[in-house]
C-alpha cells in the first residue's frame, strides 16, 4: 500500500494550492478517502473526506467554503483545493483511506496507513 500526496508549496495568503493523493496497492474506489493536516507541535487534525463514489463530502469547519476535496475514482486518486489560504493553514498535508463505514472517520487514530505528507506554508 501507497500513498503519495503532492502540490504542496509556499503561497501567499489568499492564494490556492491544488494538492494531489494517489493510492496503489488498494482498490481506490473501495475505499473513503480524507485529507489531515498537522501544524508542528499540533495534533493531525481532520480537514476534509469524500465518499467512495464521491457524491458525499465532509469538512472541518475551519475550512468549510474554502477547501474543496474531490476524487478520480479512474485514476486513483484524490484532490483537495484550497482556496482563500491563510497562515493558519500552514501544516504538512496527509491523505488517507478508510475500509468500513459510511461517513468518513474524523479521528487520524483509526487510520493505519499515511503518506509522506506535503508541506504547504501560507505567508502573511
Known amino acids: 500500500v501507497q500513498l503519495v500526496e503532492s502540490g504542496g508549496g509556499l503561497v501567499q495568503a489568499g492564494g490556492s494550492l491544488r494538492l494531489s493523493c494517489a493510492l496503489s496497492g488498494r482498490t481506490f474506489s473501495n475505499y473513503i478517502m480524507a485529507w489531515f493536516r498537522q501544524a508542528p507541535g499540533k495534533e493531525r487534525d481532520f480537514v476534509a473526506g469524500?465518499?467512495?463514489?464521491?457524491?458525499?463530502?465532509y469538512y472541518a469547519d475551519s475550512v468549510k467554503g474554502r477547501f474543496t476535496i474531490s476524487r478520480d475514482n479512474a485514476k486513483d486518486t484524490v484532490y483537495l483545493l484550497l482556496n482563500s489560504l491563510t497562515p493558519a493553514d500552514t501544516a504538512v498535508y496527509y491523505c488517507?483511506?478508510?475500509?468500513?463505514?459510511?461517513?468518513?472517520?474524523?479521528?487520524?487514530?483509526?487510520?493505519?496507513?499515511w503518506g509522506q505528507g506535503t508541506q504547504v506554508t501560507v505567508s502573511s
Open positions: 488517507a483511506y478508510q475500509s468500513g463505514g459510511f461517513t468518513v472517520n474524523r479521528d487520524a487514530r483509526q487510520y493505519n496507513y
Open positions: 469524500i465518499s467512495r463514489g464521491g457524491s458525499t463530502t
